[in-house]
């Protein structure tokens, strides 16, 4: 595409993983977004957007996420500096896959290579925070995080974030199913209570180290026992009608774990092999038929290195 403008495709992502509420997260193959870069003369960051759900994401820029990161990097290098950015959404918004990240994370991306990559990916990663605050109200990298880097990341922010690339177990599937409607991530995260109780705090400190020695070790059925949330999804479960119909479904159907992916309404579940995901998947499927709603199914493998360049 010559120098000035470039082509990426960024992964969509499940968050939190059950155990890891907003600390943990996973990169997949697909869906993506695929978001164009061009330099420009001025000094605008102009917002483009075409695909799913583009009539619903604001082109404003300093409203939009993938804007808000890109300011946020030009920023931090006192830099005036103008990009046109064009979003082709392949991630469908609201659905609880990291919509909105993926955009953040592919305009972010994109900018740093056309300016010769002066932030390696880990320092890029709080600008992509950054512009992710604009569609959750809140700085958490659970999403932007894989879908930056690939594979599964552990993310502590706590100061300046800590990001641990964790190992990924062989023939690891992961199924989406993401049903036809929406679930806006600022209200799924203004039902959660603002406390949790010492019991559930240290049930979910076993949970997430569980689940991370699990990967270490390929131990399914540590990563599966761990798989449990105490902090989000007894909060959230009712708003995904059938959820725990669906959710017992796909664990008798052998899933190592199912839950809600990020805020929802997507219900994601790992499998050990593609044959076993296929059964998940569609009976994650025939649970939402049952509740009156049409869904996607999505298997992939886990998607394991940063954004691709495609032009
Ligand atoms: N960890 C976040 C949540 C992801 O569950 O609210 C949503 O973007």
Redesign the pocket.
Known sequence: MGNDSIKIRTPATV??VSCG??CLGYAISEPADIVTVTKTDNQDIDISLSGIGADKIPTTTKKNTAGKAVLSFLDFFGEKKGFKIHIEKGIHPGS?I?SS?ASAVGAAFGVNKLLGSPLSLEELLVHCING?IV??GTA?G??VAPALLGGFILIRINGSPDIIKLPVPKNLISIIVLPEYQIN?QD??NILPKNVSLKSAIKQSGNISGFIAGLYESNFELMSRSMVDLF?EPFRRGLIPGYDSIHQAAMESGAIGCGIS??GPSIFALSYSKERAEIIGKEIVKGFQKVGLNSKLFISSIHTHPPEILD
């Open positions: 968050s939190n509420f907003d609880g990291g990240a992710e569609s959750s958490h659970d999403n991530t799924a995260r989000a990020g805020s």
